[in-house]
Structures are given as structure tokens and as C-alpha cells.
């Protein structure tokens, strides 16, 4: 059985930007990978940490777009049943 000897805190904290921020109390600027979450420096057009991460950034998007037009689909569906249904029972 392996026993860590690293603090407790370290399970509490991932970033170890914000850990070192403990340690040392400075406070560097960063940001985190909207994906993966790795600290990132701070930048203004940069909000991902690598081309991989941008790629699943990408895929990701275009899965939630595929999900909205199903959504809206299913809305208009459901409203022209309940506007038909009297209807279609004559
Ligand atoms: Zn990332």
C-alpha cells in the first residue's frame, strides 16, 4: 500500500496555480482551460491551452447546436399536435 505524503489540501485544490497561491499567498493573473481546466496564463484571446482542447471546444459546440434544433423541433412538433388535435379526431 502506497501512503501520500502530500498535504490534505492538495486533494482539495487542482489547480496548482491557486495551491501555490496557499503556500506563498501571491497571486499570480491566470485562467483556467474551459475543457480540461488547466491553469492557463491570463490572455485576452486565448481561453483554451491547446489546439486539442480547442478541437474538443469545437465538437462540443457543434453537438449542443445539433441539440438545440432537435429541441426546437420537438417544440414545434408539440405545439402543432396540440393545435391539430381537435381536428384530427373528426
Ligand atoms: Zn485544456
Sequence with gaps: MIISKQPTIN???PCPIVR????TEKIPQHMHCQ???KAITASDTETMCSD?????YQKLTKRRKVWVY????L????I???FL?????K
Excluded at 85 to 89: D, E, F, H, M, V
Design 52 to 56: 486539442e482542447c480547442k478541437q474538443r
Design 85 to 89: 388535435a381537435p381536428y384530427l379526431g
Design 11 to 13: 486533494y482539495f485544490i
Design 35 to 37: 475543457i480540461c481546466g
Design 75 to 78: 417544440i414545434f412538433v408539440m
Design 80 to 82: 402543432a399536435v396540440l
Design 20 to 23: 501555490s497561491i496557499i503556500m
Design 70 to 73: 432537435i429541441m426546437y423541433a
